[in-house]
Structure formats: C-alpha cells, structure tokens
C-alpha cells in the first residue's frame, strides 16, 4: 500500500469533533425529539458472543411519500420484532434492534454495538460496519448523515446530524486517549463504481486499482493510498475529501443517490508485550474497522436514465448486491457454509470475504421505508437481513505472520526451559539418592561386619529377633513403643521390615544375649534380600503406590481412609523428595546401629580386659 501525504482539497465542511465533551455524542441531541425509539430482543446489542450483529433502522416518511399519501406499512410489536403488511399479509421479522422512525442519529450509535466494534478493532480485530438496503432508504445518512448537507455548497454539515461513522472516530480517539501503548492509526477510503475500484483519496489520477489476493493479507487492493492519521481532524478530512469524490447521481428515488459502494478503512495498529516477563518482546497487532455504504438496490425501471449510465450503474449495483446476496444465503445456512461461498464472483465480495465469513466481527444496518410504494423491496431487505442473522464468524486478533511466529517460538522457549529446568531438579535428586545408597550399602555392610564380630564369639553375645527364623535380628533404639522401619536399601529393591523396640527381649538397656544358630555359621544378614530374591527393575518413582508403606503420615492415611484426600496425594517432585528422605532416615537408623554395636563390643572389650587384668594382678 502506497503512503500519501494527505492533502486534502477543497475547503473543510465538517466542523471538528471535541473529544473532551461530556457526552459520547459529542453535545449532539436529537434530531426528531429526545425519544429514543428502539426496540430489541435480547437487549443483547453489547452481547459479546454476537459476532455478526444485525440491526434494523426504518426512516421516516419523506416529503414525496407523505404527499402521495402512501400507507404506512410496517409495524413495532416491540422486542426486536417488525411486521410488514404487504395488502393485507403480513410478515414479522425479529432482529437484534429494531429503530424506529423517530430514533436519533445517537441512538443508531449508541444501540447498535458500534462501540463495541471500535474497542475490538483496537485490540486487533477485523471489524466492519456495513449499512444496506433499497435506494433511498437512508443508508448514507445512518452511516455518515444527510448527504445533501456534504454534496450541498455553502452549506456546512451539523454535528447533531454525524452519522455512526464520525461518531465511531471520537469513540475511537476517546479510547485511544486514556491507552498508554502507542497506537498507529491509518485510513484508506476506495469505491467501487462499475465494478471498478477508485481510489477516493487520489482523485487527480482517477484509474482503477486492482483487487489481489495473498496468503497473508486475503483479498486486498493494490496501491491504495493510505494516510497516517495522528488526530482526529486528520480522520474527518480523510472522510470529507472521500464524499466529495464518491459518484452521486440524482434518479426518482433519492436526489443525493449513492451509485457506488464505498468502503472507509481505519487500520489500528498497536505495539503489546504478549510475554508481560519478556520486556523486550513486542508485537504488533494490526486492527481494522471498515465503514460500507453500499449503493441502494433499486428496480432498473424507477431509475429516471435507461439506457444511459444510469442503466450501467444500476445493473452492476444489482449484480454485486445480488452476490453479496447469494454470499449470506450460503453463509446462513449451515450446510452450505461449508462449501464454496462465491466471494470471487464480484470485487465487493472479494473485499468483504473477511467480514463476511471469517474472522471478523460484523455490524450489518438493515435500512428500510415504511412506505406502502417500496414495500416489495422492504421485504428483499428484511429477508436479506434475516439470512445474515444466521451467518457465524470466529474473530481471531490479526498479527504481522513474522512477529507471530517469533511468539510461538517464544513461547516454545519457556516451555522447553521450564522442562530443562524440571529434569535438572530430577537429576540432582537421583543423584543425591545415589550418593545415600552407597552411603547405605556402607553402613549396612559394617552392620554386617560388626553382627558377624559378635557372632564370632558365641556365648557372649547374640542378635535376637524372635520375629525371624533366621536367628537374625534388628536393633531399633528408636524410643520404645514407636514402630519404626530399618532395613537396606539399594538402587535396585528394598527390603525392609518394621520391629517394635518391645520386641527385643531387653535386659538392663543391652540386647540380650543367647547362642546363634546351631550351625555356629551366621546366616544372611537381614539387610540384604536373600539370593532366590529376584529383585525389581529399577524405575522412576512417581507414584505414592510405588513406595513401600510408610510415606504417607498417620493424619494424611486417616484422611485417605475418610476419602478426604486423593491415595496419591504427593506429586512426582514430593514423592522424589520422600524416596530420599526415607533413604536418608534408614541410613541415620543403620548409624545408629553402628554405634550401639560399637558400644556393644566396646563394652565388651572393656569388661574383657578388665577380667584379664584382674587375673593378671591376682
Ligand atoms: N432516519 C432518517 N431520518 C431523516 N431523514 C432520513 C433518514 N434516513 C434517510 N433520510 C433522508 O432520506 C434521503 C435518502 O437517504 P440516503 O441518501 O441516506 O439513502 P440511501 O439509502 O443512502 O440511498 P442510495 O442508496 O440511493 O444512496 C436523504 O435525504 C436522507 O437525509
């Protein structure tokens, strides 16, 4: 797109917008009255899941209507209903909002969820606004106000009459004003006449641009000019020099005609940090909002030009609303929505596509008259409008594909450090859990070592554990009563077993003494499993099951029982944290068991050499 240093022609109309005023409107009353007149179903017009939102407007009679004395035929039951009567039939519709004759320009505003629009296409959305309808139905005048105040000399716009789209640029700036990121605002304002696109802002070199499609973009105009807007007065001078250069003819039906399609694009763009840890990650998010004024269906015969241009303009107007027709009815319908949507049979459906069926939040101001003398077209409208109630879209934010993907790479990043970081812990605790085996093998080995000293000398002293056949028994000195759970350990299996200190036969505070087994030979030490043992294959352990009694506390197993706490309450870092733990407790059992052997043959020693020297001295 092609960068314009907008200067915009002719002297200014519209008067400027102040964006401190109080009121959202910007001190603009209403036009026909203070009453709002609306009605709506749901009250849903902010609904946040309405995605593609559609409301009605009816003007009111005009001056050629009234003096025909035409019927008023369409009717307000309330709740967002309308009915028509088309001699003597009628026909009821129901639509998000209905306003009425008398509803303001404010009120169009204010209920039609346009400023919902605006807040999402500044957090990234695609979102357009498009007003639609039969010639002369107020289309222009919903979408930017009476169009014989801009197309008329000497006469300068009334604020009270700015239709949603002047509105929706100090709704925009408002919001922009209280944001602290920088945010780039753009705008581009194009028509396409005759199936042709013209540039509204580049009026001097009026040739047709080219509608493209790319992977990233979708369908997009080539070369379009786009003027960077800082304030407020530059959107509305974009806007201004846009109407004075848009085609307007005067036929029957409305003297000011549209006999294009228009569409104005604000494109937002803002700078966030998606990471609010990575300062220095920024991306930018591209928002749009598009204003389309569609030039009015209308009957080939009510045009006042056959044959001329006139003739032209109206049947390719027709054709490219027809498509935009068959678009919605496929769109609408669940089945067909799947299929193919025929957006590349006109370049206004090429360029609404995104609004239409993607990923876009859509806005749709059904306009009709109440008059007896269009009630045909009034109908095609509202069935039009009813279809594209039906049409669901899925926004998705839009970003620049690079920054997006540098975000996922990031975001890749955190994920793969936070693992590393979670295998780094897992390995130090394996290998803290090593360094207590060996330390485990060690002492169990010099328990070994020390039972088969005491062993070696039958007679003075003996192991007892009445529990075991194998004449093998544990010291416990855990303070008596408490059960307490000693035994060996190794990388590949445990054995253990739980002995009670009033177990062991006691006497004077020392393990009695009494013979080992008969064949004088000391048989396997408790701490080892026995050799026909098969041993379980070491695995991680991540589950409370997997580890041996013991792990989970009195007060947490009573909980278990009671069902007030899950079996496996320890995640798998506890239950790694428990394993070295339980390790590290059996280890500082198996130390003590050393030395109270120690103490045992120490004391033993002592007494020994005591009796040897008595009988020296004797
Ligand atoms: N709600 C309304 N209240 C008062 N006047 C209205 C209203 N809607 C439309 N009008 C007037 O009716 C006339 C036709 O409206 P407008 O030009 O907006 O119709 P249109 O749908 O844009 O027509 P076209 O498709 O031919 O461009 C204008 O003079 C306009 O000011």
Redesign the pocket.
Known sequence: MAQLLFNPTGRRKFLPIDLDSDSDDGGISS??GSSTTLSSNTDNSEDADDNFNVVL?V??P?AQERNRKDQFVVDFPGDGQVSVNNQGTVRSFQFNVVLE?D?AQEDVFESSGMKKLIDAAILGYTCTAF?F???????????T????QFHTEGVTPDPNMYGIIQRSFKHLFQQLKRQSAPKYVRASYMEIYNEQVIDLLNPNQRRYLSVRWSKNKGFYVENLFTVECETIDDLMAVLEEGLRNRQ?GS?G???????SHSVLTVTIDSETQPEPEDENLYVTKRGKISFV????S?KVKDSTAPGGPGMLESNSINKSLLVLGNCISHLGDSKRRLGHIPYRDSKLTKLLADSLGGNGITLMIA?ITPSSSNVTETLNTLRYASRAKKIKSKPTVKMDPREKLIVTLKKEIKILRQENHYLRQQESSRREQQILYKENEKLSRRVEELERLMSEHPGTWSLVDHRRTDGYGQHDLSPRGSPVTVGYMSPTGTHRSTIRPTDLPVSGGRVKVSSPTSHGQPKKPPHRLADHVTRPVPRPIDLVEDIPNGYISPRQASLVKQGAMSPRPLDRKASQVSQTDLIRGMNEQLRREVMQLDGEIQHHTRGATQAMAKSYFR
Not at 253 to 259: C, D, P, V
Not at 293 to 296: F, K, N, R, S
């Open positions: 036009y026909f407007r003007r009111p005009n004759p509803a007003a309808g039969q010639t002369g139905s107020g289309k222009t005048h919903t979408m106000g009476p169009p014989a307007t036929h039906l409305n003297e000011f005609s549209s006999r004024d569609l030039a009015g209308e306009c």
